[in-house]
């Protein structure tokens, strides 16, 4: 038998998969099963799942090279494009890493808005998640359901900054303008019909006997090997462990808030759908809260309706339009922000946010010039994308999709 | 008794004595810097230590310093001790000739990853790593693009003049 020659291919299967009697499947780098593009070969017998090579990296934009040329400001948008599904809470922890920087104390009232914000996008992070394990379970139902609800709290952030996806929301110290009232009653119109679409999503699958079934015991991992992966966010929280940023190292005043954070056993498919799903209600009922907040704070002060960034921030807040066409001082320093004259202090910083797949980072170290040194990003994906090999062997292939989904792989945040 | 940034510093002084420097604490954030020849000894005690318990790596970095002669390269670690709430961050410097690092993955799987990552941009040599290969550039690339040697715009440009707004 004449010897069978390995393909020149840079990617190292392993020595024996060309004698052995097992198939060799190249699921993606696009797939529509895969929700983005990754790459995994794998080694299969049957749907029995041997081993897994993934490739990252097909949508790598540099954006840490990019960083380094770039004044503050024009950071945000590259954040925008790491998790796009939760491109808000990206914003504001950028924004938040620049404040602790500067030493910048935002108002109560710019801390309640911007908790409403990242509440609300991380609802539609888990919602998209949530619903495409259901996609991938054969339910494409909840999917066009929920997606609705989505499309809503899209249009809250339009009102806000005027963008949907990759929003580029909010400024350092606070917001680039006051909410304006129809962004308010498009927030109190999602508050009240929500909940209701909510608990129909839940009914058609938490206790669906096929969704159960196909989930339940699918891609799990347990807590010892989930904090050596370095999860963080929904997926650890599956696994048992209790660690979220907003309790541990409290930033934007969610020390004042009361919420649950709900944990699962197991952490296969099911804890991780079950623990997104609850986490979506204690999103609501910290929304609640803040409007709560919000309402009280103004009652007792008017003045503070008019609050929206911090004064101290002065130096990177863009002045209102009506005075750059009508004043020379706003117009200097309208200028000076937009070409990122501004130095900062020199300093190392590290700051993080409770994204909505786990701890998102931002180590900056700034030498004291206009663009940051260094910037790099913590991003959970790409940090915990490296259990899958792990997690899906000796399952089914099919296992291994919902496992994927269920993960929340952003390809964005992973390739950075 | 809660774990605080100063029995942190006497522990690891205590047992590491003065291999250990440049103790600071930006943001409240303990700071320190260690040899490349015991990085891996300082990490192995900071995780099995039973006071200090650093059993969860949060990040893993690299950063170029091309004025500092003879430790040009340096890899930041941020670890977490998630029992007592406190984080660390641990320097490691390298010359760029001989940029070799011991690899923290047999204590932390996620270092994997990160190494690569930081072997891919910055050419930093993680010795013991499993698959020290590039991760999120091709693989035919021959240089290490983070390193600041090498600017964001294509130097040989002559149609986009920065000279007033760029640098």
């Known amino acids: 038998m004449t010897e069978i020659q390995q393909h020149p291919h840079h990617i190292k299967l392993s020595e024996e998969s060309l004698q052995k009697q097992t198939t060799t499947l190249n699921l993606g780098p696009t797939h529509p099963a895969t929700h983005g593009v990754f790459q995994n070969i794998m080694e299969i017998d049957g749907e029995r799942v041997l081993e897994t090579v993934p490739t990252v990296g097909y949508i790598h934009r540099a954006f840490e090279k990019i960083a380094e040329r770039r004044p503050y400001y024009q950071i945000t948008p590259l954040t925008d494009r790491l998790n796009y599904c939760s491109a808000p809470i990206n914003n504001m922890g950028w924004h938040m890493t620049i404040e602790k920087l500067l030493g910048i104390k935002t108002p109560k009232r710019v801390d309640y808005l911007r908790i409403i914000i990242m509440e609300l996008s991380r609802i539609a992070d888990h919602l998209v998640c949530n619903s495409v394990v259901a996609v991938d379970t054969g339910a494409l139902t909840g999917f066009t359901y929920v997606f609705q609800y989505r499309e809503k709290i899209y249009e809250i952030f339009e009102e806000v900054c005027g963008s949907r996806l990759t929003t580029n929301i909010g400024r350092v110290g606070g917001f680039e303008r006051n909410f304006s009232a129809a962004s308010f009653s498009k927030l109190h119109g999602f508050m009240e019909t929500f909940p209701k679409a909510m608990k129909e999503f839940e009914s058609l699958l938490n206790r669906n006997r096929i969704f159960m079934d196909r989930c339940i015991g699918a891609g799990p991992i347990n807590a010892e090997r989930a904090l050596n992966y370095g999860f963080t966010g929904p997926n650890l929280r599956a696994a048992g462990v209790d660690y979220d940023v907003r309790v541990a190292q409290p930033y934007c005043s969610y020390d004042e808030f009361d919420f649950k954070v709900p944990v699962g056993t197991t952490g296969d498919v099911y804890d991780r759908y079950m623990v997104r799903n609850d986490e979506i209600w204690e999103s609501m009922s910290i929304i609640a809260q803040a409007i709560n907040k919000l309402d009280a704070l103004e009652k007792e002060f008017p003045e503070q309706k008019e609050v929206f960034y911090a004064p101290e921030a002065d130096h990177f807040h863009l002045p209102p339009k009506e005075d750059v066409y009508t004043k020379m001082e706003a117009l200097i320093f309208h200028f000076k922000m937009i070409m990122g004259e501004i130095d900062a202090p020199a300093g190392e910083v590290y700051h993080s946010v409770e994204g909505g797949n786990g701890e998102l980072g931002f180590y900056l170290i700034s030498d004291g010039g206009r663009t940051p040194y260094r910037l790099h990003f913590r991003r959970p994906c790409f940090i915990y994308y490296q259990a899958y090999p792990e997690i899906v062997k000796d399952g089914l292939l099919s296992d291994a999709i919902i496992t994927l989904s269920s993960l929340n792989v952003i390809a964005g945040e992973l390739d950075a | ?167």
Do not use: C
């Open chain 2, 1 to 167: 008794m809660a774990l605080t940034n100063e029995t942190i510093q006497k522990r690891l002084t205590d047992k590491f004595g003065d291999q250990l420097t440049e103790w600071e604490s930006p943001f409240g954030l303990l700071t320190f810097r260690a040899p490349a020849a015991s990085s891996l000894k300082v990490l192995q005690f900071l995780y099995d230590d039973s006071e200090l318990r650093f059993r969860f790596m949060t990040d893993l970095t690299g950063v170029h310093y091309p004025d500092r002669k003879d430790e040009e390269l340096s890899v930041v670690y941020h670890l977490h001790n998630l029992i007592d709430n406190i984080r660390l961050r641990i320097k490691v410097y390298v010359p760029i000739e001989k940029p070799d690092v011991f690899s923290a993955t047999q204590l932390f799987s996620t270092a994997n990853w990160m190494e690569r990552e930081t072997f891919d941009f910055f050419g930093i040599n993680f010795v013991g790593h499993p698959n020290l290969i590039r991760i999120l550039n091709v693989e035919e690339m021959d240089y290490f693009p983070m390193r600041k040697e090498y600017p964001m715009e294509d130097p040989t440009r002559r149609d986009k003049d920065d000279e007033m707004f760029g640098r």
